[in-house]
C-alpha cells in the first residue's frame, strides 16, 4: 500500500500540547469560528468610532483646515487657490489691476447713495440719482473694457503671443468691479506698483 504524502505530513505535525524548543505548540486557529451574524455586524460597524469626542475632534480638525485654506488663499498661496486664480498669468493680471485705480470699485457705494436718495420726497432728486448711477455705470464698463484689452496687452509682451490664456480679459474686468478690500486673493501690490 502506497503512503499518502499528505497523510504522512499530518502524522508528523505536532499535536495539541506539544513542546516544540520549549515551547508549546496549538495545531488550531485558537479561536471559534465566528456566526453569520457576528460577522454582518462586523461588516455594519462603522470604521471611526461614532462617539461625541470623536465628531467634536472631526469638527475641530476641518475648521482648522478651512481656516488654513482660507488665509492660504488670502495670501495668494498657490496651494490654496481655486483653478481659475491659478497660473502666473492669473498672477500677474491680479496685480495689473490691484496696481491701479478703477471706476467699478465705488459702484457699491454709488448704488447706496442713489437708494438714500430715493427716500428724499423731491422728485427731481430720485430721478436724477438715477440718471447719474446708469452714465456712471456707463463709464465704469468703459473703463472694465479698457483694463481688459491693457491685460491682454501687458499679457502679450510679458509671456508671448502665442502662450496667452483664455478668459484674462474676463478675468481682470471683473476684479476692476471689486472693491479693493473685498477682493480674493487680497491685493499683493501696492497701487501704483506695476507688476514686471
Do not use: C
Not at 505548540?25 to 485558537?30: A, D, L, Y
Not at 467634536?56 to 483646515?65: E, M, N, Y
Not at 456712471?136 to 501687458?154: E, H, N, P, Q, Y
Request: aromatic share 8%; charged share 25%; net charge positive.
Amino acid at each position: 500500500m502506497a503512503k499518502n504524502p499528505a497523510a504522512s505530513a499530518s502524522s508528523d505535525a505536532p499535536s495539541d500540547g506539544t513542546l516544540l524548543n520549549g515551547e508549546p505548540v496549538n495545531s488550531g486557529k485558537g479561536r471559534a469560528t465566528p456566526t453569520r451574524a457576528e460577522q454582518e455586524a462586523a461588516r455594519k460597524r462603522p470604521l471611526v468610532p461614532d462617539t461625541k469626542e470623536a465628531k467634536a475632534r472631526a469638527r475641530a480638525d476641518l475648521q482648522t483646515q478651512r481656516e488654513k485654506a482660507r488665509v492660504g488663499m488670502a495670501a495668494g498661496d498657490p496651494k490654496y487657490l481655486p483653478a481659475r486664480d491659478q497660473g502666473p498669468q492669473r498672477k500677474f493680471v491680479r496685480d495689473f489691476v490691484d496696481a491701479g485705480w478703477h471706476l467699478g470699485e465705488v459702484v457699491m457705494p454709488a448704488m447706496v447713495v442713489v437708494i438714500l436718495a430715493t427716500f428724499i420726497p423731491v422728485p427731481e432728486v430720485q430721478y436724477y440719482s438715477f440718471v447719474a448711477l446708469w452714465i456712471f455705470i456707463l463709464f465704469v464698463v468703459g473703463d472694465m473694457i479698457l483694463t481688459s484689452i491693457f491685460v491682454k496687452r501687458a499679457v502679450k509682451e510679458k509671456f508671448g503671443a502665442d502662450k496667452v490664456e483664455k478668459g484674462l480679459g474676463w478675468y481682470a474686468a471683473m476684479r476692476t468691479v471689486q472693491m479693493r478690500f473685498l477682493r480674493l486673493p487680497k491685493p499683493q501690490v501696492k497701487r501704483g506698483q506695476r507688476p514686471v
